[in-house]
């Protein structure tokens, strides 16, 4: 017992060596840095929907899709409430009209009429809002049930196949993490196969049918707004760039202070020995600051990103009423068009924004299930669930070690059972003597099978 062995120093000193702390620095940066995580496609998300489910699923799709017609369907009763007032009011402000009622494109506008005009208008509404309660309702609930379904029987598969899995793989899986991704990635899961997707497919469908309803109402005032959007698209995606490159320092500069104060805290006993906890915040501080300046760079960019796109629509929405109205006085379109034109473009654009949004939830559902399916679909090379394999009836207990060499998964390069054997009768007593560190304990979980030699065979008849 007189000194650990070298693997064991290594083990027990670890966060105090620098040659590991920049490890774990690099593994963190090149984390954040790192290529593009491993995602499941789209369709794999839905890999454990039943029938029932993907009944569900495509009943939530139509609804959705039926959801995202009522806002462009609200501009063309928005339109027409705008066109009845306008009328109305010109005809309460010219009472000399002949015969008291007012002409509008031939058409004898009155009191009576608009009062028609704006119940039925109403009653659209109600129609419209009665349409909504029911799709709006189907679609989430629809989504969120076969979501729910699909993670239960995931959230079961994943457990199962947690214990099935042999004990290396524990030894390079902590079980703290193996818990976090059963509980974190199962949620984003269950956000990125639930309600998102409904709203997605909601939005984009508001997205279509709002430009469709512009194009057929006016395509030429449509194609005016929607001339600065490629300047709009531009912007944002200048922006993007140059806040993705300062996200991406800052995260990493981030990162080195985390590793520092990680550092710090699981050593916190030779910190204070050292009397080092000013040191330690000094040097904390320090890193922190340098992940401010690019916090700092990345707020501006932000900023100016979204006063670039305010700027950009509200100049649509100018550049629309003032060609608008001319078209209007040119007698070229109905006042009431250029409402519905309006309207349907801003309720469309706005849904592309928010399509966007549920998007980045279902891209973090499929990189979150492609760690989950990684664990269900891996087949343990001790797979205690295999049936195959010799089934000894009775066994009297001789155990056999035959030349067992032996390297942990975990820790490949180190051999720690350099050629053993022994033979152990029944009822016999063997005492297992050596240094701390020697393998011992090995021996006995190769006995277990916890692990296979490397080469050699441990039999027991
Ligand atoms: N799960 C593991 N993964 C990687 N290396 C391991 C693992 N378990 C033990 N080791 C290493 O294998 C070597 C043998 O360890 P083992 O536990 O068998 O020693 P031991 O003889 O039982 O020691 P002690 O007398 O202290 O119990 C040690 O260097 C140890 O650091
Ligand atoms: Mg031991």
Redesign the pocket.
Known sequence: MNGL?P??RD?STKPLLSKFRKKDERVVIEKIKGKKPPKVSIIKLWRYASGKDLILVISGILCAALTGLGYPFMSIIIGDISGSIINITIFLDTPNTINGSYNYESRAYNLEEFKSDINQDCLHYAYLGIAMLISATAQVACFMISGENMVHKMQKEFFKSLLRQDIGWF?KNSSGTLSSKMFDNMERIREGTGDKVALFVQFVSQFFAGFVIAFIYDWKLTLIMMSLSPFMIACGGFMAKLMSASVRKEAEKYAKAGAIAEEALSSIRTVVAFNGQEHECARYDKALEAGKIDGIKKSVYIGTGLAMTFFTIFSSYALAFWVGTGYVADGYIEPKTVFTVFFSIMMGSMALGQAGQQLAVISGAQGAASAIFEVIDRKPEIDSQDLSGDKPTNIQGRINFENIKFA?P??EE?T?LKGINFEALPGQTIALV??????????VQLLLRYYDPVEGEVSSV
């Not at 050596?434 to 021996?443: D, V």
């Open positions: 062995s693997e064991k083990k030894d942990y975990a820790r180190i720690v050596g240094a701390s560190g020697c393998g011992k304990s090995t021996m």
